[in-house]
């Protein structure tokens, strides 16, 4: 099973989307909290399933983590990578501390990790941050009309840890605070 790093969203603010996946599961959707069984984050990086480097991601990580500062997430509303199915999120405002914590992430998994395949569509030239609502959507229109409207917007987050996750399902493996 693959690993993920991810930035997690703090409590309460994960609340919102846990809210949201929660209504997107009244309509009939398969929403990411049930698919994925894990808060609410934006994935940095996705990795090959390497039991043997795990202590080693995880020590990059602790190291990285606590170099950072938290981050604050602006949610804008809803984005979507075409399928079929297409994935249904939330896309942040892409604010220069979240690239940037992100590109800094990429570099020292390579420097430390130079073996390692991070996968192309995490990598920072082709970086598109964002909140996972709804994996497999056959219907977008259908997830997107579920959305809070109006003044609902924008949701504002604070994320302060870096966790090292497996996945389907979930299982966070470390987990760190930033700073």
């Not at 997107?24 to 039991?51: C, K, M, S, V, W």
């Amino acid at each position: 099973m693959p690993l993920a790093v991810t930035l997690r969203i703090d409590d309460p603010d994960a609340a919102s989307v846990t809210a949201i996946w929660e209504t997107l599961l009244g309509q009939g959707l398969e929403a990411t909290r049930r698919n994925f069984a894990y808060a609410p984050h934006l994935t940095l990086a996705i990795l090959p399933d390497a039991p043997e480097e795990e202590e080693a991601i995880a020590a990059t990580l602790a190291g990285f983590a606590a170099r950072c500062t938290p981050v604050d997430v602006t949610l804008t509303g809803p984005g979507l990578f075409p399928g079929p199915p297409a994935v249904v999120y939330l896309a942040p405002v892409p604010r220069r501390d979240l690239l940037d914590l992100h590109r800094n992430l990429d570099t020292a998994l390579a420097a430390r990790h130079p073996g390692l395949a991070r996968a192309g569509h995490y990598r920072p030239d082709a970086f598109v941050p964002h909140v996972t609502l709804c994996e497999a959507a056959e219907d977008p229109a259908v997830a997107v009309s579920a959305l809070p409207a109006g003044d609902a917007w924008p949701l504002r987050l604070r994320a302060s840890r870096l966790e090292l996750v497996r996945f389907h399902p979930a299982q966070v493996i470390a987990s760190f605070a930033m700073g």
